[in-house]
């Protein structure tokens, strides 16, 4: 029997690893040519699998992408919300919301091969395609969570807290993309207190 489980775990790891060699070669090919010049060749000959083997865990070249998209992204404001947890002294609402995008900005500039990868689409791992599902999987407080619970709490007045949060996020992505990689209008450092700003008045407004 323990040979059997034995045997089940070996094929398990070696699936795992299968796939994410996959999500390695995908990202760095995605980040060398980009997401159009790379084929599902290119992938899976750099991970060094057949191509049959791609299809067991991806459907096709946007399905793979997504999952990377969702990884960095989850992971991004994951590693924001374990800081946030370090200022106890911050308390309200919005101020929170705007350390974690903070947070956020400040790792993509350190990174900005992510926004290449995600062209503009942060998504934070929870409103693309995959909206429901990846709400349903979350198994920790994830940020929509945080921001429903926190606009709740403050009694905010805000007509659909989902579209709301969608908003958010959607100007996230975008400006990071034309103010990072694009600088355009302006780096983002200079375009941060329009950003924030911005978001308080989406909180806030009646």
Known sequence: ????????????????????????????????KNF????????????????GTFYLYFKD?????????????????????????????ITHFDDSMIFIINHVINALVANPTYLTLMNKDLSLGVYSQELTKILEETDHLSLYELFKEGVERENLNIKNIDITFF?????VGSTCFSCIVNKVPCPIEDYKPYLFDLIRTLLHAA
Do not use: C, G, W
């Not at 159009?36 to 191509?51: C, E, F, G, L, M």
């Not at 992971?75 to 200022?87: G, N, R, T, Y």
């Open 61 to 89: 070249k946007y399905d793979i992408r997504n999952h990377i998209v969702q990884e960095i992204s989850t992971d991004l404001f994951d590693e924001a919300m374990k800081e946030l947890k370090k200022h106890p002294e």
């Open 1 to 32: 029997m323990n040979a059997l489980s034995d045997i089940k775990s070996k094929i398990e790891k070696n699936k795992e690893e299968k796939r994410e060699r996959l999500l390695a070669s995908a990202t760095a090919l995605f980040a060398e």
């Open 167 to 171: 908003t958010i996020v959607e100007l």
């Open 36 to 51: 159009n010049n790379t084929s599902i060749s290119d992938i899976v000959n750099k991970a060094r699998v057949a191509k």
